[in-house]
């Protein structure tokens, strides 16, 4: 459930059908109910970590699965009674992992187990459709490890999974950038600085930015509560004399970026979004009466994380052109 300190805002972007969540707290899951799951006496291999099936990294596979037992399970935040099958992983060397599930056709879960049975990672909802994906996960060479592959609620089917090398983003703030100025993330964060329409209790801060460059902080952290959350950034931008604002960013993780309206926490809505990060840029250009305030946001695309990332902006506010530029071609406008 959550708490008075957050709201929860499912909000249909204007034109389309897709909806996004301003919330900081994670949301409750609706319970589906599934038909139930049959064994299937002639499956092959993968059922338990006696029989797991191995992966390479790089790797990829498929399968279902629907037909095998529930043996495993582990909290994250959600436990569940799924059937699972199990992959083994076996690195040469060290080496840091992404684990995606896009693709598959349920509820999945992913958890890995090192050769102890000792939990290093679990991933129960990344996409929003509820689906599994794990970046950053350290690995040991010569050490063996076991990818379960389950469901929430009871649920199975059909899946989809890749290993990857982890490449790490990380970004450097610009000589002389503004900054957002935000606390440490911590566990037991109470989000008094720019949390806006999620902050109630203080009074709903914003932020703002005046300036060409910008570099913020976003991330996790356990709620006093003890929910998982996700930092949200809400700032006032006015409108220059040209009527448009044009915004270029990007960030180490993937990041929303969205123009929200109208001015009312209880009827805002998001107006138009773009992603930005790992390490992939990407803008928008907001529009408006010149000297309107906008409302913009900044925030992860998951629920799901730990720690703190950097992310940075660049704006366009006088008399600049507003179609799209590289970052690159962003960045020599002002060396």
Known sequence: MRTSLTILLMLALAGACAAFDLGNQRPDKPQVAYPQNVPDADRQGGDTILDAVPIGIPGASTGTTAGYTD???????????????????????????????????????????DETMQLIACNDDYYPDYVSKLEDVALTGGVLYYLVIDGYGGGFGDYAVTIT????????????????????????????????????????PFGTIVDWWFCGVSGW?????????????????????????????????????????????GSVSVLQNVIIGSCSENGMVISGPPGSTVWFWVGPTTFDGTGEYDYVLQFFWPDLPTEAHSWSSVKGLFD
Not at 71 to 92: F, G, L, Q
Not at 237 to 245: D, F, K, M, Q
Request: aromatic letters at 14%; proline letters at 9%; a negative charge.
């Open 71 to 113: 043996d495993y399970d582990e909290v994250c935040p959600y436990d569940s009674m799924s059937p699972d099958v199990v992959y083994s992983i076996s690195p040469a060397a060290d080496v840091f992992v992404v684990i995606d599930m896009l693709g598959s056709t349920y509820d999945t879960k992913i958890y890995i187990y």
């Open 165 to 204: 090398e982890y490449v790490p983003c990380v970004l450097d703030c610009p000589a002389g950038a503004s900054l957002e100025g935000e606390p440490p993330l911590a566990d037991g964060y109470l989000d008094a600085h720019n949390g806006g329409c999620n902050s109630p209790e203080f009074g709903n």
């Open 221 to 265: 952290y356990i709620s006093p509560d003890g929910s998982q959350s996700r930092d949200t950034d809400w700032y006032e931008l006015i409108v220059p004399v040209t009527g448009t604002i044009e915004i270029w960013g990007d960030a180490e993780f993937e990041t929303y970026l969205f123009e929200l309206g109208p001015h009312d926490c």
